[in-house]
C-alpha cells in the first residue's frame, strides 16, 4: 500500500478531475455533463489520491444528502464518482480516501452513509451492507396490464410547472420514508434534468388536485418509467392507462422501481413474466451511538444492551451500548461490561436490523448475530414495519 497525498479538493471543475471522470465512466464530457458533475460536486466533499508528482491519480466524491427513516431525518453522505487510472489501482488509494471520508464524517456528525457498489465484497471491508433492492420489469408492451377507467386527468408539463407537484407528491408518499433521500430542489434538478430528457405527466383528481405522476422516456421502441408517484389507487390507475395507451406503438415497457409491494402484479389479469428482484444500494451506520439516540423506535420499551465488534474502518462504534427508555426517548449509554440482554453483532448486521432488511431470528438462526431471548423480542415488537426503499442513485 503506498503512502498516498490524500487532500480535498477545493476547485471540482478542474480539467484533471474531469478527465478522470471521463476515463473511468467512458462519459462524454458535453457541456450537459460537465454542468452536472459540477453541480453535484458543489453540493460534496470531493477528494483526490494524487502521486509524487502531483498527479491526480484516485478520487472519491461524497455528497451530503437527508434522509427520511420512518418520520425520522438524518444526515447521509452518498458515495459516488469512485475512480482511479488503471496504473494506480492495487496501490490502496480508494482505501485511504474512504478512510478519510468515514471519519470526517463523524466529525461532522453525518450518521449513515449510502452508496451503490461495483462490488459488494470490496465495500463490505469498509462496513457498507446490501440494504436496498429494486424490482426490474422489462414486459413486452402487450403483456403490460391494463387500468379502470378513472374521473381524473392527464396533463404534461415542463419541468419548472412540474417540480414543485412532483416535490410534494414524493415527499408525502410513505413508501418514501423507509430510507429514502428527502430531496432537495438542487438534486431534483441535477436528477430530472441533466441526466436524460424526460416528459413529466401529472394526475389530477376530478377536483383539480394534483394525486400523482408519471417521469417517463422513449426510445427506440421501449417506454421506460423513470420514475412513478401516487398517493391514492385512483392516480396509480390514471397513469397506467398513460403507461398502456403507448402499447401499440412501443415494443417493450421497462420500469426499475424499489421494492415495495407488488401493485403491477396483483391485478394483471395474467401473470407478467420475467419480474426480476436484484441488489441494489449498501448502506452504513458512521455513528451508531447518534443514530440510536434518534432511531424511531415503536413501543418504546424494554432494557437491553448491543455489542458492536470489529468495526475496523469506525472503531468508535466499537463497544457495549445499554439502551432504556426515558420519556418516550431513547436512552444510549455506553459502558464496559453490561448485565441485560445482550446482542453481539457487526456493524452491517445491526444496520440490517434498524433498517428492516433482516428479521433478528433469521440472523440468529444462521449465526449472524449472537442474541439473548429478550433481545429478539425486544427487536421483533420495537422496530418499524417496513422494507426500505430508494429510489434515487448517485
Same mark, same amino acid.
Given at each position: 500500500?503506498?503512502?498516498?497525498?490524500?487532500?480535498?479538493?477545493?476547485?471540482?471543475?478542474?480539467?484533471?478531475?474531469?478527465?478522470?471522470?471521463?476515463?473511468?465512466?467512458?462519459?462524454?464530457? %458535453?457541456?450537459?455533463?460537465?454542468?452536472?458533475?459540477?453541480?453535484?460536486?458543489?453540493?460534496?466533499?470531493?477528494?483526490?489520491?494524487?502521486?509524487?508528482?502531483?498527479?491526480?491519480?484516485?478520487?472519491?466524491?461524497?455528497?451530503?444528502?437527508?434522509?427520511?427513516?420512518?418520520?425520522?431525518?438524518?444526515?447521509?453522505?452518498?458515495?459516488?464518482?469512485?475512480?482511479?487510472?488503471?496504473?494506480?489501482?492495487?496501490?490502496?488509494?480508494?482505501?485511504?480516501?474512504?478512510?478519510?471520508?468515514?471519519?470526517?464524517?463523524?466529525?461532522?456528525?453525518?450518521?449513515?452513509?449510502?452508496?451503490?457498489?461495483? %462490488?459488494?465484497?470490496? =465495500?463490505?471491508?469498509?462496513?457498507?451492507?446490501?440494504?436496498?433492492?429494486?424490482?426490474?420489469?422489462?414486459?413486452?408492451? %402487450?403483456?403490460?396490464?391494463?387500468?379502470?377507467?378513472?374521473?381524473?386527468?392527464?396533463?404534461?408539463?415542463?419541468?419548472?410547472?412540474?417540480?414543485?407537484?412532483?416535490?410534494?407528491?414524493?415527499?408525502?408518499?410513505?413508501?418514501?420514508?423507509?430510507?429514502?433521500?428527502?430531496?432537495?430542489?438542487?438534486?431534483?434538478?441535477?436528477?430530472?434534468?441533466?441526466?436524460?430528457?424526460?416528459?413529466?405527466?401529472? =394526475?389530477?383528481?376530478?377536483?383539480?388536485?394534483?394525486?400523482?405522476?408519471?417521469?417517463?422516456?422513449?426510445?427506440?421502441?421501449?417506454?421506460?418509467?423513470?420514475?412513478?408517484?401516487?398517493?391514492?389507487?385512483?392516480?396509480?390507475?390514471?397513469?397506467?392507462?398513460?403507461?398502456?395507451?403507448?402499447?401499440?406503438?412501443?415494443?417493450?415497457?421497462?420500469?426499475?422501481?424499489?421494492?415495495?409491494?407488488?401493485?403491477?402484479?396483483?391485478?394483471?389479469?395474467?401473470?407478467?413474466?420475467?419480474?426480476?428482484?436484484?441488489?441494489?444500494?449498501?448502506?452504513?451506520?458512521?455513528?451508531? $451511538?447518534?443514530?440510536?439516540?434518534?432511531?424511531?423506535?415503536?413501543?418504546?420499551?424494554?432494557?437491553?444492551?448491543?455489542?458492536? $465488534?470489529?468495526?475496523?474502518?469506525?472503531?468508535?462504534?466499537?463497544?457495549?451500548?445499554?439502551? %432504556?427508555?426515558?420519556?418516550?426517548?431513547?436512552?444510549?449509554?455506553?459502558? $464496559?461490561?453490561?448485565?441485560?440482554?445482550?446482542?453481539?453483532?457487526?456493524?452491517?448486521?445491526?444496520?440490517?436490523?434498524?433498517?428492516?432488511?433482516?428479521?433478528?431470528?433469521?440472523?440468529?438462526?444462521?449465526?449472524?448475530?449472537?442474541?439473548?431471548?429478550?433481545?429478539?423480542?425486544?427487536?421483533?415488537?420495537?422496530?418499524?414495519?417496513?422494507?426500505?426503499?430508494?429510489?434515487?442513485?448517485?
Amino acid at each position: 500500500m503506498c503512502v498516498c497525498d490524500v487532500k480535498k479538493m477545493t476547485t471540482f471543475g478542474d480539467q484533471e478531475v474531469l478527465d478522470l471522470v471521463a476515463y473511468a465512466f467512458q462519459w462524454e464530457l %458535453s457541456e450537459k455533463n460537465i454542468d452536472r458533475y459540477q453541480r453535484l460536486a458543489a453540493h460534496s466533499w470531493n477528494y483526490g489520491s494524487y502521486d509524487a508528482q502531483g498527479k491526480l491519480a484516485s478520487q472519491v466524491m461524497a455528497t451530503l444528502f437527508n434522509v427520511n427513516l420512518h418520520g425520522t431525518a438524518y444526515p447521509m453522505a452518498g458515495i459516488g464518482f469512485v475512480a482511479s487510472y488503471p496504473e494506480y489501482r492495487g496501490q490502496g488509494r480508494i482505501d485511504q480516501i474512504m478512510q478519510e471520508i468515514i471519519k470526517d464524517c463523524y466529525e461532522q456528525n453525518i450518521v449513515l452513509s449510502y452508496l451503490a457498489p461495483f %462490488s459488494f465484497p470490496f =465495500y463490505r471491508r469498509y462496513g457498507y451492507e446490501y440494504t436496498f433492492e429494486r424490482s426490474v420489469y422489462d414486459i413486452q408492451s %402487450s403483456d403490460w396490464p391494463d387500468s379502470p377507467k378513472t374521473a381524473g386527468s392527464i396533463k404534461r408539463l415542463a419541468w419548472e410547472q412540474a417540480q414543485p407537484i412532483i416535490h410534494q407528491i414524493y415527499h408525502q408518499q410513505l413508501k418514501n420514508q423507509r430510507g429514502a433521500l428527502i430531496r432537495d430542489a438542487w438534486w431534483e434538478d441535477i436528477k430530472f434534468t441533466l441526466r436524460k430528457t424526460f416528459t413529466f405527466a401529472v =394526475y389530477y383528481n376530478a377536483s383539480g388536485t394534483p394525486e400523482g405522476y408519471l417521469i417517463y422516456s422513449i426510445e427506440k421502441g421501449t417506454f421506460t418509467i423513470d420514475e412513478w408517484g401516487y398517493l391514492t389507487g385512483e392516480a396509480f390507475h390514471g397513469l397506467n392507462r398513460l403507461i398502456v395507451s403507448h402499447r401499440d406503438s412501443v415494443a417493450k415497457i421497462h420500469y426499475q422501481v424499489g421494492i415495495d409491494s407488488r401493485h403491477l402484479q396483483t391485478f394483471a389479469k395474467k401473470p407478467m413474466p420475467a419480474i426480476l428482484s436484484r441488489p441494489d444500494m449498501m448502506t452504513r451506520i458512521i455513528d451508531l $451511538e447518534l443514530f440510536l439516540q434518534t432511531y424511531p423506535f415503536t413501543k418504546k420499551e424494554g432494557k437491553i444492551a448491543l455489542q458492536i $465488534e470489529n468495526d475496523v474502518y469506525a472503531p468508535w462504534n466499537n463497544g457495549v451500548y445499554e439502551l %432504556s427508555f426515558a420519556q418516550q426517548k431513547p436512552v444510549v449509554k455506553r459502558v $464496559e461490561k453490561t448485565d441485560l440482554p445482550c446482542l453481539t453483532a457487526s456493524i452491517q448486521r445491526v444496520g440490517q436490523l434498524l433498517f428492516g432488511v433482516q428479521e433478528i431470528d433469521t440472523c440468529q438462526f444462521f449465526g449472524e448475530v449472537k442474541a439473548d431471548d429478550a433481545v429478539v423480542a425486544f427487536f421483533q415488537n420495537n422496530l418499524p414495519k417496513g422494507k426500505p426503499v430508494l429510489e434515487d442513485y448517485f
